[in-house]
């Protein structure tokens, strides 16, 4: 059993051909979004995804970034590794002095109290072996 690959002429066929129309109609996001306000087009993103900001999540994480009183924990932090245009745009904010790990406990944080319910659907089931096991 062969599999026949396509000429690399085949497959690059198209890329930056002078003939072919280039226009691309560009909508902006409030014409975009008429039913529904708390959804935007994100242009930054790499899929060009929507993304639902919701209307309590930008307030739940500045609640949770103006909290000073609150002590955290940082010796149970794990590590958790984010991509470097994230790491340099949160660095280039202050927010009540918070550091980037700080930011990103909130910001994740907010997500999850905001959209936890829509998350349930999301939750892994277990399939570890140590659940067939009563504890003796």
């Known amino acids: ?59 739940v994480f500045i609640a949770l970034s103006e909290e000073t009183g609150k002590e955290n924990d940082k010796d149970m932090r794990l590590v958790c590794k984010l991509d470097r245009e994230l790491a340099d745009t949160l660095d280039e904010c202050d927010i009540n002095g918070l550091c980037r790990s700080d930011l990103v406990n909130n910001i994740v944080r907010a997500f999850l109290s905001s959209y936890l319910e829509r998350m349930v659907k999301f939750k892994k089931e277990r399939k570890s072996l140590f659940q067939n096991v009563d504890k003796a």
């Open 1 to 59: 059993m062969t599999h026949k690959l396509p000429d690399i002429d085949d497959l690059l066929e198209g890329i930056n051909d002078p003939d072919v129309d280039s226009e691309v109609s560009i909508i902006p996001d409030k014409e975009h979004n008429k039913t529904d306000p708390d959804v935007v087009v994100d242009k930054n993103s790499r899929n060009g995804a929507s993304v639902d900001t919701g209307p309590d999540c930008w307030k």
